[in-house]
């Protein structure tokens, strides 16, 4: 069994298992010449060969507990025949939501266009065999925020406006949740043993509508994952004091804290259920005495608690590759 199955379904807490968010991505120099040659992203997705090496990059660097396969949640709405581009330095840009066209989109249709991702998987788990490898999904409420609001809410966002067509957000939801099902089942059939869902802007939600949007959305998805029995990792970003009750209404194998999460707190607060990450990223461009200090904090609150180091979010693109290392030193050295 591998260390990270270990930890979040054993509980076994001799050992702390690492990996990191986008740790295949722009901070390396050898992703940054493939994505050079390779300007259109979801192309880049669909190449099963490139695919593999760039999952691998990472790997062959550095000492890691887990394989995340290189692709975007936003490949589901580009397989529900909305479309999806990267424009540089203002990240992805969809085209305008024709809901007919989505609902009408059959599950084959839908597979056809994800072949070359399981392609690229199988093509992981040749070489990665029994180890953690990670496949993963966007959450419906996040995805539903992309495809309405078309663009990131990073800047412009408006809750009111993207829930005011009940209709439109109820078929969506439900067409989400079962294309999100859908991706799992092959990705888990291509060979990923574990499955983390990102819900990236779950902190968007107001608290009063976190059950509708998050916890219940989640939940199902959730529910399908473990009848596949295959662990699975949640990461509801930004939801502050709401962890609680996500973990106890949700249930995930493990839960993924973001920066603003008070480490010690939610220990005391997820009833068992293992953590993952929780150091800003940006903690990652400073001094290494500062690195080291951070680290050592979150090693020492989790201590003989099922916890898997990994950030809060993301690696930066800023990053130096060597930063990586460094941490993954310090969390062997501590365990
Ligand atoms: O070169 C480039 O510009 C591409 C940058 C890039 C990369 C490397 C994008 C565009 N996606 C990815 C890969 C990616 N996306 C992975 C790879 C596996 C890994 O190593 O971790 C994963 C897990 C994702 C998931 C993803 N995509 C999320 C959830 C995690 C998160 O960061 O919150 C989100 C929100 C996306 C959308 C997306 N795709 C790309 C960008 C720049 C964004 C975010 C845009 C925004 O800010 O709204």
Redesign the pocket.
Same mark, same amino acid.
């Given at each position: 069994m591998n260390r990270i199955l270990d930890c979040i379904i054993n509980k076994n807490t001799s050992f702390v298992p690492v990996w /990191?968010?986008? @740790?295949?991505?722009?901070y390396l120099p050898e $992703?940054?010449k493939i994505?050079e040659k390779n300007t259109n992203?979801i192309k880049l997705?669909l190449n099963p060969n490139l695919v593999k090496e760039?999952?691998l990059q990472?790997i062959k660097r550095f000492d890691l507990d887990a394989t995340?396969?290189?692709?975007?949640?936003?490949m589901i709405p580009y397989a529900l025949n909305q479309i999806v581009e $990267?424009k540089?330095g203002s990240?992805?840009h969809l085209g305008n939501l024709e809901l007919d066209k989505i609902i009408n989109t059959n599950s084959n249709n839908f597979i056809n266009k994800l072949l070359p991702v399981y392609e690229g998987i199988k093509k992981v788990k040749n070489e990665t065999k029994d180890e953690a490898l990670i496949g $993963?999904v966007?959450a419906p409420w996040?995805l539903l925020v992309?495809m309405i609001n078309k663009?990131?809410?990073?800047k412009d966002f408006n809750f009111n406006y993207i829930t005011k067509d009940k209709v439109l957000v109820n078929e969506l939801l439900k067409k989400l949740e079962e294309t999100i099902c859908l991706h799992i089942n092959h990705q888990v059939k291509a060979g990923a043993n574990i499955i @983390?869902i /990102?819900d990236?802007?779950a902190g968007l939600i107001p608290q009063k509508e976190l059950f509708n949007y998050c916890f219940a959305p989640t939940s199902k998805i959730v529910k399908y994952v473990k009848s596949l029995k295959i662990p699975v990792i949640c $990461?509801p970003?930004g939801i502050g004091k709401n962890f609680k009750d996500f973990c106890s209404i949700v249930q995930p194998n493990c839960v993924s804290i973001d920066p603003e999460v008070d480490p010690k707190l939610i220990k005391k607060e997820t009833n068992g259920i293992a953590i993952q990450g929780g150091i800003d990223p940006k903690i990652l461009l400073e001094g290494n005495d500062q690195i080291k200090k951070t680290v050592q904090k979150y090693l020492q609150i989790f201590s003989g608690y099922p916890y898997v180091f990994n950030l809060g979010?993301?690696?930066l693109?800023e990053t130096k590759p060597e930063t990586i290392e460094y941490i993954i030193q310090i969390v062997r050295d501590q365990t």
């Amino acid at each position: 069994m591998n260390r990270i199955l270990d930890c979040i379904i054993n509980k076994n807490t001799s050992f702390v298992p690492v990996w /990191f968010m986008r @740790q295949a991505g722009r901070y390396l120099p050898e $992703f940054r010449k493939i994505r050079e040659k390779n300007t259109n992203f979801i192309k880049l997705c669909l190449n099963p060969n490139l695919v593999k090496e760039i999952t691998l990059q990472p790997i062959k660097r550095f000492d890691l507990d887990a394989t995340i396969i290189f692709s975007d949640i936003l490949m589901i709405p580009y397989a529900l025949n909305q479309i999806v581009e $990267f424009k540089k330095g203002s990240g992805p840009h969809l085209g305008n939501l024709e809901l007919d066209k989505i609902i009408n989109t059959n599950s084959n249709n839908f597979i056809n266009k994800l072949l070359p991702v399981y392609e690229g998987i199988k093509k992981v788990k040749n070489e990665t065999k029994d180890e953690a490898l990670i496949g $993963f999904v966007g959450a419906p409420w996040t995805l539903l925020v992309y495809m309405i609001n078309k663009k990131s809410p990073k800047k412009d966002f408006n809750f009111n406006y993207i829930t005011k067509d009940k209709v439109l957000v109820n078929e969506l939801l439900k067409k989400l949740e079962e294309t999100i099902c859908l991706h799992i089942n092959h990705q888990v059939k291509a060979g990923a043993n574990i499955i @983390q869902i /990102f819900d990236s802007w779950a902190g968007l939600i107001p608290q009063k509508e976190l059950f509708n949007y998050c916890f219940a959305p989640t939940s199902k998805i959730v529910k399908y994952v473990k009848s596949l029995k295959i662990p699975v990792i949640c $990461f509801p970003k930004g939801i502050g004091k709401n962890f609680k009750d996500f973990c106890s209404i949700v249930q995930p194998n493990c839960v993924s804290i973001d920066p603003e999460v008070d480490p010690k707190l939610i220990k005391k607060e997820t009833n068992g259920i293992a953590i993952q990450g929780g150091i800003d990223p940006k903690i990652l461009l400073e001094g290494n005495d500062q690195i080291k200090k951070t680290v050592q904090k979150y090693l020492q609150i989790f201590s003989g608690y099922p916890y898997v180091f990994n950030l809060g979010h993301g690696v930066l693109p800023e990053t130096k590759p060597e930063t990586i290392e460094y941490i993954i030193q310090i969390v062997r050295d501590q365990t």
